[in-house]
């Protein structure tokens, strides 16, 4: 009997998604809009129509369920989207970032400030505060010796500072590492 009902319905679903389906679509489409989601909406109404074992209908009786169901899919899915809307403040806090552009900006301005430095006085600059390297690390890197490191890094830390009203774009240099 249970087979009988089973092979009953799923002959109904066969047809009406093959003779139907293209109409069932549209009418999802129509109510939201969105392809994706259209196809969402059908498959949730052919679901809820065919979820359980359902004998006797014919096809036309059936698209009408169907078609009820994605009108019921579409309408509640628009309410919890209002309820979320409505409590989504509650649930969800704001990451505080700088806004892209700012950083943007920012780094504009320190590509722009080191390419006026000298080679030596980027290298150095550039080593000592991108690469965390030691003074003497640096010399050796370069050839040269550490006073000279030191003055490099004084005039380019000079002229940056000089140029760069905010000063955030450097930071002072770590204890320890001199």
């Known amino acids: 009997m249970v087979q009988q009902a089973r092979e009953g319905w799923e002959a109904v679903l066969a047809t009406l998604v093959a003779e139907r389906g293209d109409a069932l679509l549209r009418h999802a489409y129509v109510l939201c809009g969105n392809p994706d989601d259209a196809a969402d909406l059908v498959q949730a109404g052919l679901v809820a129509t065919f979820g359980r074992l359902r004998n ?11 078609r009820r169901a994605i009108t ?9 989207a209002t309820r979320w809307r409505a409590t989504a403040h509650l649930h969800v806090s704001p990451e505080l970032v700088d806004a892209p552009d700012t950083t943007t900006d920012r780094r504009l301005d320190l ?8 080679p030596r006085e980027r290298a150095c600059v550039v080593l000592r505060y991108y690469g965390d390297q030691k003074v ?21 830390l000079a002229k940056l500072a000089a140029s760069l009203s905010d000063g955030s774009a450097l930071t002072e240099p770590r204890r320890g590492h001199a």
Not at 72 to 80: E, K, L, N, P, V
């Open 56 to 66: 006797g209908f014919a096809i036309e009786k059936a698209e009408a369920y169907v």
């Open 72 to 80: 019921s899919a579409y309408i509640d899915r628009g309410r919890r």
């Open 111 to 118: 590509k722009a400030e080191l390419d006026s430095l000298s």
């Open 136 to 156: 003497d690390d640096i010399a050796a890197d370069l050839g040269i010796s550490a006073g000279a490191v030191k003055r490099y890094l004084s005039d380019g």
